[in-house]
């Protein structure tokens, strides 16, 4: 039994399909970038150093009231296939996930703030909440920051404020993030020309695990570009005023599907569900392109209430290949994972479709 | 109620699935190109002669055993829509159901033989029997084509045979086809060397619906080239000779997908009966590529029992465009066809399979 098994079959409660315009904004995420005064960054620690800075964390976030149940998960104690499993239910980053030194993870039982310790800043510490609802994840972030700044000195000066590994974090250590499900902009195909207006307002556009990664199955990360000159809440406003205008271009588009070309869509949605219902082998990126059809048909009205979106946003989780192999209890190689993919996908709807 | 409304519902005898190597060969063909002495070839023949010829055709079915119950059927009489209908029974050719003339066709109830007059010859007689079934279909032609020479006198020359319009047909007039489902050779990539090799032994190779069609859904139609020279005993046993092992190459081409490939072609055919029975808009060239993916699985045993081929073979029909309407009793645009086959598709699906 794994220290991370506990997480493999509940759904995390920030997937809970809930919270303001869950029907388009997924989750919303902050994070913030900090180091402790008196250490070098990453690059430059030594072996002693990055042990001393893990226990540091360890020892911290038991006084930290949010981390009241929690765990605190070394990866040098954990299989490769279980970090892996971190990062598909977003609680750690790739490149977190590929260190090779004293990397740890301190996460609530409920998976809504994490806290990577020695990804490329010391700490990034995140918290995810369901639907729009930036100001709530900020909120719950900003204490947690500050239980912590009680019991250790960060690097910080009044210039500048928080200093980072990269520069671009510089200032706040913020990032805002909202995750969109876009089908209506994709197929549709205005979603270029929105991306395009975005890139003008200094915000990252990214895919379903951050940075580096593609958008797949219509699935957008929003997020702001500059951390430094401004106060956090504004920064905050500013992607919130964006992603309402987003949010707005996305339910036109679904009007437009719903009222103008229902037949056509209507039809693009049965067939992704046949697909899903019939396949024996499917990858990891064709599943989550037809699921997110059918999570926009359930929303268009096209697919019977019966469809529960929450089976739906568990699944998204369950067909990602860590999480398969978890589910399977071994090893599987990427044929026999499009297999049990299939498998996992039939069954699963069976019960919920038709 | 139309003249043709009767061949609606039943399926056509000769697609009846049975016979010789039917899970190959899903129908024989014989025809023979015949025409009237005294009488010019089609291109200078009057209005008046080509109404004399209509008429001697009426009496002269009258007295042929084998047409006794049958319908003769005049174009001028009939809708467009029926002639296309007729067209996608395999009961007249393309050339024929465009001509403005007194063409008409004497069609046994069985559907079995039918008879065009005022094609490209005065006669075109042929003859369909489910299965490889060559010598058969011939044996009946021979009957009914002598049973009419009793009565009218041929184009004859002791030279050169039965005279025909296209030199080509000169001699026997006699083409010989089968339709064979090759599905196994088009999935493992081996049909176009295949038809290669035969283009060297005098065979052409068609679609389904004759001259000048595609091969869809993976049916071809092979048939004999020549006409001239061989006696009509040879030209049939050669084609046999040649489809025989066809036949072969196909059976090696299933056994190799069941044993070596089972899931990635189990995958390809589930997900075609999962685009089959969600589909809400389908094209008739789709539909029957799908439609030929679930045959080919009810034949390689990857999907149950309870598919009856036969209702595969009465839908493979039913979706062509005159058939659609002629079930809808309306005329249909080709966005309300492509919606009412898919309907249609679902509802006659969801009865047999699953």
């Known amino acids: 039994m794994s220290q991370v098994d506990k997480y493999l079959e509940k759904p995390a409660e920030w997937l809970r399909v809930s919270g303001p315009l869950s029907d388009v904004v997924i989750s919303s995420r902050v994070r913030l970038a900090r180091n402790f005064a008196g250490y070098p960054f990453l690059e430059k620690l030594t072996s002693r150093q990055q042990k001393e800075i893990a226990e540091l964390m360890a020892a911290t976030v038991k006084a930290v009231q949010q981390f009241k149940d929690s765990e605190y998960i070394r990866y040098n104690e954990i299989a490769e296939l279980d970090r892996q499993f971190l990062l598909e239910r977003h609680l750690i980053s790739r490149e977190h996930a590929a260190e090779k030194g004293y990397q740890s993870v301190a996460v609530t039982d409920d998976e809504m703030i994490s806290i990577m310790v020695l990804e490329e800043d010391h700490l990034r510490q995140q918290t995810f909440q369901p639907g729009f609802n930036l100001r709530e994840a900020w909120r719950v972030l900003n204490q947690v920051d500050s239980e912590i700044e009680k019991q250790a000195e960060y690097a910080f000066t009044p210039e500048l404020g928080y200093l980072t590994a990269c520069p671009t974090n510089v200032g706040t250590g913020l990032r805002a993030s909202c995750m969109l499900h876009l089908p209506g902009l994709v197929l549709t195909k205005q979603i270029q020309k929105v991306l395009q207006a975005l890139s ?37 406003e500013n992607l919130e005023c964006v992603i309402q205008q987003v949010v707005e271009h996305e339910k036109n588009a679904r009007q437009f599907m719903r009222e103008e070309k229902k037949l056509r869509f209507e039809d693009q949605i049965w067939r992704a569900l046949g697909t899903l219902k019939s396949a024996r082998m499917i990858s990891s990126q064709e599943a989550t392109g037809q699921l997110s059809l059918i999570m926009l048909g359930a929303e268009l009205g096209f697919i019977g209430k019966a469809v529960v979106l929450q089976e739906l946003n568990t699944l998204f989780l369950l067909i990602q290949p860590a999480h398969l192999q978890k589910t399977a209890g071994k090893v599987l190689d990427s044929t026999e994972r499009d297999a049990a993919r299939a498998s996992l996908i039939r069954e699963r709807l069976s019960k919920v479709i038709m």
Chains 1, 2 share one sequence.
């Open 200 to 236: 003008k307002l200094n915000l990252a556009v990214r895919g379903l695990y951050g940075e580096g990664t593609q958008a797949t199955g219509n699935f957008f990360q929003f997020s702001n570009q500059i951390t430094l000159g401004q106060p956090e809440e504004e920064i905050i």
